[in-house]
């Protein structure tokens, strides 16, 4: 028989340190897969292309930062865009992305997107280091899987090269 997880407050979560970082859902803690080489080669290369192109226009992309999407909800994508620093972040981001590890489910990535969404983040990217393939979710348009090569989120006026992040074989 299964138990139950134990339930954690928002305010003992958010005083609480984890390693790695936990998410925080209805009370529950979610821990999330730890990335390997591929994860991290991917996260560490999109944030440089991001923060080449987002600081002169006087935004900041960040890794691994607190996003409060809701009430009893919070969020940790690998990388989000932001315009305003806060430790938690609570002004909607202009970008989030997750970068998937071998044990990820789409079902935790669509609950994720399905918060950030809620939140009124406006786009989401989902990049599958593994199988070299990646997916744009941008407003309430239905998911767009990247066949050009392309990257994009058309309210920041950027683009990433899906090769340049990639690991190479």
Request: aromatic share 8%; with cysteine.
């Amino acid at each position: 028989m299964a138990t139950a997880p134990s339930l954690v407050s928002f305010d003992e979560y958010m005083r609480t340190s984890y390693s790695p970082d936990c998410e925080y859902v209805d009370g529950v803690l979610l821990e999330r897969n730890v990335g390997q080489g591929k994860h991290a080669y991917t996260q560490g290369e999109i944030l440089l292309a991001l923060q080449e192109q987002l600081s002169p226009k006087g935004l900041m992309a960040l890794v691994e930062l607190r996003v409060r999407v809701a009430h009893r909800r919070v969020r940790v994508p690998d990388i989000c865009v932001i315009g305003q620093l806060e430790e938690t972040v609570t002004i909607p981001p202009r970008l989030c992305v997750e970068v998937l590890s071998p044990d990820d489910r789409w079902t935790r990535v669509n609950a994720s997107i399905r918060d950030y969404q809620f939140m009124g983040v406006p786009c989401i990217w989902v990049v599958d280091p593994y199988s070299s393939r990646a997916w744009i979710f941008e407003d309430d348009n239905p998911p767009l899987e990247v066949t050009d090569g392309l990257l994009f989120a058309e309210r920041l006026g950027i683009q990433v090269k899906l090769e340049d992040v990639l690991p190479k074989l």
